[in-house]
């Protein structure tokens, strides 16, 4: 009886949770489907407003502008200006509806703005649920142990002292977990970055503050690399909220 409950349990887990990435997958690619047209006639602007300067001013030559240019978006805080991939438009979703919405990459076409509220107004609510999915099961592992705890220490200890041990253990597991490991992984990933920088947006993206001072970068050269890097950050991003 309790192991067809539990597989009951887990099948509704995985259910819940594979829907929602689904759902994640299906939306990213209506974003990108939206989207590179407009991108990419930004893109051809950007090209012809800069081979018209250069005809205007034959002493320049194209790299010493390029090279110029890239400073000074670098130092605006805007040195990842390139055509957004699948794997970004994903990240974006995520943020969407898990409310972080760093705004690192904003929809430009009216049909992608009015596309993010429909994904939004269903896919925060699916959120939520399987927010509360995760939470309860989290809340069941978290009863388990401490009943193992009182098994284990209830003949040593008080149980109120055995309640502290255990809120003082899941309090270390979940600091360790959410904030301290992913900011090591970013300040390793991220040359740039500080711990205390790769801690400080864990902490934004935990608490769905998601400020947009400090964000990943996309000079990661291996694709596969940026695509496992970023599918990280979405796994964090869902399992924190």
């Not at 099961?137 to 109120?160: A, C, I, W």
């Not at 979940?174 to 300040?187: E, G, H, K, N, Q």
């Not at 503050?209 to 964000?215: E, F, K, N, P, R």
Request: glycine share 4%; hydrophobic share 45%.
């Amino acid at each position: 009886m309790i192991d067809q409950v539990w597989s009951s349990s887990v099948a509704r887990y995985i259910g819940i949770f594979g829907l929602y990435i689904v759902y994640l997958l299906i939306g990213s690619s209506i974003f990108d489907a939206i989207e590179n047209p407009s991108v990419h006639n930004r893109i051809q602007l950007l090209e012809q407003g800069r081979n018209r300067f250069l005809r205007e001013n034959p002493c320049l030559d194209r790299d010493s502008v390029d090279s110029y240019v890239d400073e000074v978006l670098e130092i605006m805080g805007h040195s990842n200006v390139t055509r957004p991939s699948y794997i970004t438009w994903l990240f974006f979703a995520s943020t969407l509806v898990t409310t972080i919405g760093y705004g690192q990459v904003p929809p430009l076409s009216y049909g992608s703005k009015a596309f993010a509220i429909c994904f939004c107004t269903l896919g925060v609510p699916f959120t939520l649920i399987l927010l509360k999915t995760i939470t309860e099961k989290l809340m069941d592992m978290t009863s388990q142990f401490l009943e193992y705890l009182n098994r284990r220490l209830g003949h040593l200890y008080r149980p109120v002292h055995i309640r502290l041990l255990h809120a003082v253990l899941i309090t270390t597991t979940c600091v360790l977990l959410v904030f301290l490991l992913p900011a090591a992984v970013f300040s390793a990933v991220e040359p740039e970055w500080t711990f205390l920088d790769s801690l400080y947006y864990s902490y934004m993206t935990v608490t769905t503050i998601g400020v947009v001072d400090v964000l990943p970068s996309s000079r990661i050269q291996n694709v596969e690399a940026e695509a496992v890097y970023k599918i990280f950050v979405l796994r964090k991003c869902v399992r924190c909220f």
